[in-house]
């Protein structure tokens, strides 16, 4: 079966969705089938994917591709129609084999009402039984239809019911971090935010009402894997000091508070196997990551990832040009380390 991984975290500009992206593409690279969700609003990562800007060019795409996003594939179950969930029509990427899209929508904000009325177990429960379960089910017909290895989802950064129902569905998850006081103030925050999710979903999992649901939750627990501290200003391949201070601070909060939290809710993967898969230089630090600075621009302009921008692609000459070679083959042995320690993590 596909293993599902969570992006997650509730502060933004944490470059959650290339981070997604690139990540998703190494493993391909490593030889996985990889699906990337994206079920953030905003469609950045769909944007990114496709080259679509604007509301306009995201309905033209789906009217002529035939391609499924993922609210039209789940309105059988948000709309209360009688048609079963199939799987969805997913984007394969035409240069990258094993790499596939199922894109987002604008509209996906409007499953938080139904979903938050499923899990206060309020309403009418045989219109709402079967939504808890309906995305998990239609990321799972999916996964076997397409014979993926990994979905990765490119969640939202709020706290909101349809991304508690996210990360509850996941087998894995991982939370991206820049170096500043508002990411950890949001670290601060998911010690709360996560065990919260974990017993209403734990209800949900054991509650009559749900017991004849078409759609099922899943019964197991979305495991920790780590953080990716990102987004800072290197020297010598290391952070500046103000970058620095803010990732020891942020690791310390990590491994102080938010896992004793996550351990006490059975949602983190043993101490032990992290520190046999990845060499951090703090527990649940799979890795740090520098600022793309500006081979985002061509990324993005090119639909590739950073690490497999060519010199052509690169458009710069002279020293720009060989620092930012240089800069593309580092990330691209940062994003093998983080491809295969991830496979470690999840195996």
């Not at 993922?70 to 990427?93: I, R, S, W």
């Not at 309403?123 to 996964?143: D, R």
């Not at 020293?319 to 042995?333: C, G, I, K, Q």
């Amino acid at each position: 079966m596909a293993k599902k991984i969570a992006m997650f975290n509730h502060k933004g500009g944490v470059s959650k969705t290339t981070t997604t992206f690139n990540l998703a593409w190494k493993l391909t690279e490593l030889g996985k089938r990889v699906l990337m969700i994206d079920a953030d609003p905003q469609c950045n990562l769909t944007g990114l994917c496709l080259s679509l800007t604007n509301d306009a060019n995201f309905e033209d795409f789906y009217a002529r591709s035939g391609v499924t996003n993922l609210k039209t594939a789940l309105d059988p179950v948000f709309t209360g129609t009688p048609n079963p969930l199939v799987p969805a029509n997913c984007y394969q990427f035409p240069n990258r084999e094993g790499l596939y899209l199922l894109p987002g929508h604008i509209n996906v904000s409007d499953f938080d009402v139904p979903i938050s009325i499923a899990q206060e177990l309020t309403g009418s429960l045989k219109f709402v039984q079967n939504i808890p379960g309906s995305i998990n089910h239609l990321i799972q017909i999916t996964a076997d239809y397409n014979n993926f290895d990994y979905v990765i989802i490119d969640m939202s950064p709020s706290v909101s019911a349809t991304n508690a129902n996210l990360l509850m569905l996941s087998d894995f998850f991982i939370i991206p971090c820049s170096p500043d006081y508002f990411c950890n103030m949001a670290i601060s925050s998911l010690t709360s935010v996560l065990p919260s999710w974990n017993a209403t979903y734990s209800n949900i999992k054991t509650h009559s009402a749900f017991k004849d649901a078409l759609y099922k939750f899943p019964l197991t627990t979305p495991k920790f894997i780590g953080t990716i501290q990102q987004r800072y200003r290197p020297r010598n391949g290391d952070p500046v000091k103000s970058f620095q201070a803010w990732i020891d601070i942020i690791n310390q909060n990590v491994v102080s508070r938010l896992v004793p939290a996550l351990r006490t809710n059975n949602m983190i993967i043993d101490e032990e196997k992290f520190g046999e898969v990845a060499s951090p230089e703090e527990p649940y630090n799979i890795i740090n990551i520098s600022d793309f600075n500006s081979l985002i621009a061509q990324s993005q302009k090119y639909n590739t990832p950073i690490y497999r921008l060519t010199e052509e692609q690169i458009e710069q000459r002279g020293n720009v040009l060989d620092n930012m070679t240089a800069s593309r083959d580092s990330f691209n042995s940062t994003f093998d380390i983080l491809g295969r320690t991830v496979i470690g993590l999840t195996t």
